[in-house]
């Protein structure tokens, strides 16, 4: 008896866990569009998505590493993506391309939070240009959020492409069920020992 009702609280309670490489492809491609939270189960921000025929011959071009779609930090700013399910996800890395690089020198550094708390920090800032996509692995496990910070907030943009992360989503009941299941337990356990 014991072994059913526990088997019924973990199912209800149930965890899923996927991995995912985000190319947005589904996306539009028209950059005053943004990223309507929810989508590949995160939250963006103001990320939106841009073509590669867009803006020829700069870093949006060079930036798509799949297909013809990615994402960029709309209007320059940092970015924040926070998972749109409960749970964590475990973030791989991404490619990264300067929009535009201009006279200056671009560069991304990232933290990993976790309920608002700092888990993960890059202990030094990652050089892009607006020419060649550059990996950026990370490997962090167990985040809810990932800010991407640029040391031209606010004058340039970023574009991010195969943006790949490993989700651990997790069901949680609504009220309403949790009460039916818990009035089920305890009509087993009244059957049981009246039975014994």
Request: contains cysteine.
């Amino acid at each position: 008896m014991k072994k059913i009702i526990v088997g019924l609280c973990l199912s209800f309670f149930a965890s899923v866990s996927f991995a995912s490489v985000i190319s947005f492809e589904e996306l539009s491609g028209n950059p005053a569009d943004t990223i309507t939270d929810g989508y590949q189960g995160f939250n963006w921000g103001l990320i939106g998505s841009v073509s590669n025929t867009e803006f020829p011959g700069s870093g949006f071009e060079a930036g798509v590493v799949s297909g013809t779609k990615a994402a960029f930090n709309q209007y320059g700013v940092d970015a924040s993506i926070a998972l749109a399910l409960n749970g964590t996800f475990d973030f791989i890395g991404a490619f990264f391309t300067a929009g535009w690089i201009g006279d200056y020198f671009h560069e991304l550094s990232f933290e990993g939070y976790l309920d608002g708390v700092l888990l993960y920090s890059t202990s030094s800032s990652f050089a892009i240009t607006d020419t060649t996509a550059t990996w950026i692995q990370l490997d962090w496990a167990g985040i809810d959020q990932l800010n991407i910070y640029s040391n031209l907030a606010g004058w340039d943009q970023w574009v991010m492409d195969d943006f790949t992360v490993d989700i651990h989503a997790v069901s949680v009941p609504e009220s309403s069920s949790l009460a039916m299941l818990l009035l089920g337990l305890v009509g087993l356990v009244v059957i049981r020992r009246r039975s014994v």
